[in-house]
């Protein structure tokens, strides 16, 4: 069974609106970390915003922020005020367990296109 | 933070050859991972490395992948034969920051023909 499942292929949105990207989790472990990267065409991953299971706030960095439902196991990414330079491929991943494992579980991703 | 260097940015192959790529991560940190990202898919964990040694290879391709990491610090992963399937970029990454984020290298896109 999938661990993160991004549900939306590829999405396209118009420049200054509001976007979320779908990210669902499956886990057994009470410790986990869930992260969202983006990559542009050029192929660098970037790390964009981090949410820990016992986070009690949902996380944000400056236009991104995640939200984060936890019974619903879901850690959504928002961005606000859509960019071009926003368009990229956006990954959601988790860390199960201690830190230390550092391994990270990674879903298909969705392409992201932003419309003038 | 000087960041992950990778090389070479791209490598065209016929099958059947050999190729390596290089990987230079942050100063001082101990975990490096090589991920294999197909086009369309997310990344794929191939080899992880606590300084020198061998933490995670479950998902390596013993057969033909290889990889290495001398003194701690440089890595290098080599195929050897190539397949048309391993086309893909392949990501050098280590931990970075208190959240246990990955910092990741340009990567190097291979492609066999």
């Known amino acids: 069974a999938q661990k993160i499942t991004q549900t939306q292929p590829g999405m396209f949105v118009q420049e200054k609106e509001a976007v979320t990207l779908d990210c669902t989790y499956d886990?057994?472990?009470?410790?986990?970390?869930l992260f969202w990267y983006k990559q542009p065409s050029s192929g660098e991953m970037i790390f964009l915003i981090y949410q820990g299971s016992y986070d009690q706030q949902n996380a944000t960095e400056g236009r991104y922020s995640l939200n984060f439902q936890k019974a619903r196991k879901s850690a959504n990414l928002v961005i606000s005020a859509s960019q071009l330079g926003d368009s990229a491929m956006y990954f959601c991943a988790m860390r199960e367990g201690f830190l230390s494992n550092y391994q990270l579980i990674w879903g298909a991703g969705t392409k992201l296109i932003i419309k003038p | 933070e000087a960041g992950v260097a990778q090389s070479p940015r791209y490598k065209i192959i016929e099958k059947r050859q050999s190729v390596a790529f290089w990987c230079n991560p942050i100063?001082?940190?101990?975990?490096l991972y090589w991920y294999q990202q197909i086009l369309g898919q997310g990344p794929k964990l191939l080899i992880q490395?606590?300084?020198?040694?061998?933490?995670?290879d479950s998902q390596l391709p013993k057969d033909r992948f290889s990889a290495e990491r001398l003194k701690g610090v440089d890595s290098t992963l080599k195929i050897q034969p190539a397949k048309l399937e391993d086309s893909a970029v392949y990501l050098c990454?280590?931990?970075?920051?208190?959240?246990?984020?990955?910092?990741f290298g340009e990567g190097s896109r291979l492609t066999v023909l």
């Open positions: 490395f606590q300084n020198n040694g061998v933490v995670d």
């Open positions: 100063s001082g940190h101990a975990t």
């Open positions: 990454a280590t931990p970075g920051g208190g959240t246990g984020e990955l910092f």
């Open positions: 886990t057994s472990d009470p410790s986990y970390g």
